[in-house]
């Protein structure tokens, strides 16, 4: 083990004696020494390595707005290779004429293997609040490809704006690139 060792930061080296941060070049006393050091032909050990990163959280917050009714994507996201994603999602749509509404909270678990997404069983709605008038409104989650995608569907002739908020929270066993 050597006295010195790198850090993440290229002009910094740690003293292992006392773990003192010291900047290379300084001309302090212990930039001096740490200098001589090297000049005798030493070498720092190095840094550190990064910690693996086994799970992270997305957090959501997409609106789009519909004046047909053609599926209409509100949500794309591509996910990382051997990785197991759980979301919880609400989405909120609302007729900008008329205040005809829906709501609809769900569940969903999917995964991305080295052949593309799959929907782990099937989405869970906890919660589908409509009124009458919305009733034709369609809300869909599924794969595509690699890809985790939220599409919602309104009405000809009518203005729906559309809220998805929620988090996404992903695994990787292996720990992520």
Do not use: C, H
Not at 44 to 51: K, Q
Not at 64 to 80: C, F, G, K, P, Q
Not at 120 to 129: C, K, M, Q, S, Y
């Amino acid at each position: 083990m050597a006295d010195f060792q790198l850090t993440r930061d290229p002009v910094v080296v740690k003293r292992r004696a006392d773990g003192a941060s010291i900047t290379i070049g300084s001309t302090s006393f212990d930039g001096f020494a740490y200098a001589a050091w090297v000049a005798a032909g030493n070498t720092p050990d190095p840094a550190d390595p990064l910690p693996v990163r086994y799970s992270g959280k997305t957090t959501i917050d997409a609106r789009v707005r519909t004046t047909t009714a053609n599926v209409t994507e509100i949500y794309r996201a591509t996910l990382a290779q051997l990785t197991l994603y759980r979301g919880r999602l609400e989405l909120l749509g609302v007729d900008a004429g008329n205040g005809n509404a829906r709501y609809v909270e769900a569940r969903v678990v999917v995964k991305r293997l080295s052949n593309g997404a799959a929907l782990v069983g099937a989405v869970t709605v906890i919660t589908n609040l409509t009124d009458a008038g919305a009733a034709t409104w369609v809300v869909n989650a599924g794969v595509a490809g690699n890809d985790f995608v939220v599409t919602v569907a309104g009405q000809a002739g009518r203005t729906i704006d559309w809220q998805l908020a929620g988090d996404v929270v992903s695994f990787t066993p292996g720990g992520q690139p």
